[in-house]
Every structure is written in structure tokens, then in C-alpha cells.
């Protein structure tokens, strides 16, 4: 933590603001280990303020580290005291991570003390970006547990249901790792794998059927999408299942440090375009993964960042042909200096 304290802290004097609000649990948990239920204020002198409900107080009284102010009211309205105490002219935000509504809130309070509000991007995104080896582990252990998940679905995967299959899969993978999945549960069959974020139906499991799913361990997520057939592809089929292994294959031989994000997502969507499938391949390549299942870098074809050592990524090319079937491939990697490590 204190590393990520020291690092957070010299990207904040950068930016040449004194504090930054946290309003998202990923980037608070990622701070201070908390299981956020709660706003953090965090200054460039590397003070933390943590702003709570008076029902969370027992949860807190352990972390020494943080200075818990206990709100009976609404949460925000403590804030511009504290700000005023701390000195803090200039304070930063993420405008994704707060509603408007709170926006307006805390803006007409702090600016009666004359301090800034100020829209910024949060540096932390792009620290955790590059994980640890301890956070490396972690995500292993949950690629570990969605493998584990995907056995056991095909096992079961016979006369049942979307829905009660995708159930099945949410009860394995919390009573394997944390009590909360990294996502709900994707499971389609037939033309319903068409949908990417298809939500399961009382669809009866066909031939060929997709499913994607993902573990969480410790607050670590992991991402794996598998197809499945129970008979012969049709040829069409089969031609866009061997487009995306071939496209995923070629992508991941292009992955290392140094190597642009763009140029991973047009490594594979050029194999699939050769196949004439290009126009159906309607998203990005993958993207990162840790306490959050979608996360910096992302792979797709305007992102000119360079990838670097220790990002964890997910490579799933696809084709969602017409209105005839879906077919996606999903593992996961880490970058390393001269290649990648395939985890899952």
C-alpha cells in the first residue's frame, strides 16, 4: 500500500492540485485495502480522510491509517470542513465516478470556502494498470477457479435451461472464491449468441452454446469466455470458430512491452477481415482486468498506448454473424518484457 501511497501522491502534485475525492470503491480498496463503503479524500501530503455512515463504525475502528469521520447526515456535506482544516485550495475529481447531482452539492459548498473543484482524470486508473506479482496471484487464482467453473457447466450443460445453468455456474463460482462474482454470468445458446451481454433466458441448451463467466478472488477478477458443441459445426459456423482461434492466436503472439494496444486489436481483426467476416466483428479486442472486470488498457483500434510489463489483459476476438449465430473466444494474459504469459 504505501508504495501505491507514494506513487498516488506524486501523480497528484503533478497534476498541481493539493487532494483528490475517490468516490469508487476499486480505487479506494486499491488505496487502502477498504471494502469501500464509503468517500475518500486523499491529499498530496498523503493524509486520508474517510467519510462514512455512522452503520459502518465497528467496520472501521481497525484502520489506524485513516482518519474515519463518521457522517450522520449525507456524506457529502462533510466534506468542504474537512477541506477547509487540511488548507486544500485546488481538489480534484473524476467526473465519471459522481453524478451530477452530487457534483452540484459539493461544488456549491466548497466554493463558499473558496477551493477549487476540479474535473480531472484520476492517476489512479493508470497505476493499476500495472499489477504487482502479488496481484498477479490473485488474478491467477481466479482464472483458476473460472476453469474450475467451466468444467463443471459443460458437465451439467445437458438438458437445462440458460437461466438454470447460469445459476449453477453464480452458486459455484461464490462457494470456490468470494461471495460475489466478477460479473453475471453469460450464458447463450443458438442465435441468443448473437447478444454479447445476452442475459440468460428459460432457453432450452442446444448443440452450441457460449458461455462467459468470471471468479473473483480477494477483489480480483478474472474473465474467460468457451464455446461449446455437442455436434458437427456447420460449415459457416466452423469457418468463423477457426477465424477468431486464429485471429486470437496471432493477436497474443504480438503481445509484449513496448507494443501499442491498437496494433494487438488489428493484428487479429486483420485475420478475421481476410476470412470476410471483418464487418461482424463489432467490438474491441479486450481489455484490462483486475479489482474491476473492464479496466485500462484497452485493446481496440484508436488506443495508441503502449503496453508495458505487468498489465493483465483479456484477448477475445469474435464474430456475431447476422442473426444467425455468435462466436467468441476469451483467455486471459499477462505482458511481460519480450512476450506474454497465457494464464488461463
Known amino acids: 500500500m504505501k508504495k501505491r501511497i507514494n506513487a498516488f501522491s506524486k501523480a497528484i502534485k503533478q ?15 486499491y488505496l487502502t485495502g477498504i471494502d469501500s463503503r464509503g468517500i475518500l479524500l486523499f491529499t498530496a501530503k498523503k493524509e486520508m480522510v474517510y467519510f462514512t455512515s455512522p452503520i459502518y463504525k465497528a467496520y472501521f475502528d481497525s484502520f489506524s491509517q485513516l482518519k474515519i469521520i463518521i457522517c450522520k447526515n449525507n456524506l457529502l456535506d462533510q466534506i468542504p470542513k474537512e477541506l477547509k482544516k487540511l488548507k486544500v485550495k485546488k481538489v480534484g475529481f473524476s467526473e465519471n465516478k ?13 466554493s463558499t470556502h473558496k477551493i477549487n473543484f476540479i474535473k480531472s482524470n484520476s492517476p489512479l486508473e493508470k497505476l493499476r494498470s500495472i499489477k504487482s506479482s502479488s496481484e498477479i496471484k490473485l488474478i491467477k487464482k481466479a482464472v483458476s477457479v473460472s476453469q474450475q467453473a467451466l468444467s463443471y457447466a459443460e458437465e451439467i450443460s445437458q438438458n437445462t435451461t440458460e437461466k438454470d445453468l447460469s445459476i449453477e455456474i453464480e452458486r459455484f463460482l ?13 450464458v447463450a445458446t443458438g442465435k441468443n449468441t448473437v447478444f454479447p451481454h445476452h442475459d440468460p433466458t428459460e ?11 468470471g471468479a473473483m478472488h480477494c477483489g480480483y477478477c478474472s474473465d474467460l469466455t468457451r464455446l461449446f458443441f455437442w455436434d458437427k459445426m456447420p460449415p459457416l459456423l466452423r ?17 509484449r512491452e ?13 485475420i478475421i477481415e481476410k476470412e470476410g467476416f471483418g464487418k461482424y466483428f463489432l467490438h474491441g479486442l479486450g481489455h484490462g482486468i483486475g479489482l474491476e472486470v473492464h479496466e485500462k488498457p484497452y485493446l481496440k483500434p484508436n488506443n495508441s498506448q503502449p503496453l508495458k510489463e505487468g498489465m493483465v489483459l483479456t484477448v477475445e476476438p469474435a464474430i456475431y ?24
Not at 174 to 186: C, M, Q, V, Y
Not at 242 to 255: E, G, H, L, V
Open 15 to 29: 497534476k498541481k492540485i493539493d487532494a483528490f475525492i475517490l468516490f469508487d470503491p476499486a480505487n479506494i480498496r
Open 98 to 110: 459522481i453524478s451530477f447531482q452530487d457534483y452540484q452539492r459539493i461544488n456549491e459548498k466548497i
Open 174 to 186: 461464490r462457494l470456490k472464491s468470494d461471495n460475489r462474482t466478477a460479473f453475471p454470468s453469460i
Open 203 to 213: 432457453t432450452l441448451i442446444s448443440n452450441f452454446f457460449l458461455i462467459d463467466l
Open 239 to 255: 469457418k468463423a470458430y477457426n477465424a477468431i482461434k486464429k485471429a486470437q492466436a496471432t493477436a497474443i503472439k504480438r503481445i
Open 258 to 270: 513496448g507494443v501499442k494496444a491498437s496494433e494487438v486489436d488489428r493484428a487479429a481483426r486483420e
Open 321 to 344: 454473424y447476422k442473426n444467425l449465430f455468435g462466436v467468441r473466444i476469451e483467455d486471459m494474459v499477462v505482458v511481460n518484457s519480450r512476450k506474454c504469459e497465457v494464464i488461463s
